[in-house]
């Protein structure tokens, strides 16, 4: 059973807009959320987390956006650069052991 | 700060074969995960290790196995490996008292032929 689900699957976007991608979650005990970014044939890198507590968390142009009773959460990329073109992945964990991992988004900005 | 490093970069074995990779965590950090990822998807969790024991295991056969020393760096073993094995192996360190990030290496790319 896929612990998280994310979508969509690919995203274009042109420059400047705000891409959103959405995951859903089944575990209520997770209480880590956090977005990975990967380019290609790199490791992925850290964007930004929240933790369910918060509805929402911005830094810098990456918001997160979390709605507890729906099991679901959210990140838009504002102002979105083609440098932003790039896989993005959710994730969920419990107590900071393993993570679970959406199937990735792959978002491309057109200049 | 270094971050998280891998070894090697790329490696290609034949089926049947012995593979071990190796990773560095980043310097404060005593947690060592390792994720494989096949291509086009999302990261699985293979197994994670503190205090040079096995904490959590993913659904990985026994094929899989690992290592952390007391430097907290970690090997990841794959033994009889298959066609299927063929993925980019991801390390992630963390710090237990810490608030859960998890920091990815660049990876090893593994070709089984």
């Known amino acids: 059973q896929q612990q998280v689900k994310q979508s969509p699957q690919s995203l274009i976007v042109q420059k400047g807009g705000i891409p959103i991608i959405n995951c859903a979650y089944e575990?209520?005990?997770?209480?880590?959320f956090p977005w990975y970014q990967q380019f290609p044939g790199k490791g992925p890198a850290l964007l930004i987390a929240?933790?369910?507590?918060?509805s929402e968390k911005k830094e810098g142009r990456f918001t997160i956006s979390f709605n507890k009773s729906a099991k679901q959460f959210s990140l838009h990329i504002m102002d979105s650069q083609p440098g932003d073109s790039a896989t993005y992945f959710c994730?969920?964990?419990?107590?900071?052991?393993?993570?679970?991992f959406g199937t990735g988004t792959s978002l491309t900005v057109i200049p | 700060d270094a971050g998280v490093t891998q070894s090697p970069t790329h490696l290609i074995k034949t089926r049947g074969q012995q593979v071990t990779l190796r990773c560095s965590p980043k310097?404060?950090?005593?947690?060592v995960s390792w994720y494989q990822q096949a291509l086009g998807q999302g990261p699985q969790f293979i197994f994670q290790?503190?205090?040079?024991?096995?904490?959590q295991r993913g659904n990985f056969p026994d094929r899989f196995s690992g290592h952390q020393f007391p430097n907290y760096s970690s090997e990841l073993n794959v033994n009889a490996l298959l066609l299927g094995d063929s993925a980019l192996y991801l390390c992630?360190?963390?710090?237990?008292?810490?608030?859960?990030?998890?920091?990815f290496g660049p990876g090893t790319r593994l070709t089984v032929l």
């Open positions: 992630a360190s963390s710090w237990r008292g810490g608030a859960g990030e998890q920091f």
């Open positions: 575990n209520t005990a997770f209480d880590y």
């Open positions: 929240i933790r369910p507590d918060v």
């Open positions: 994730a969920a964990s419990k107590y900071g052991n393993q993570f679970y």
């Open positions: 310097s404060g950090h005593d947690t």
């Open positions: 290790y503190y205090e040079e024991e096995e904490r």
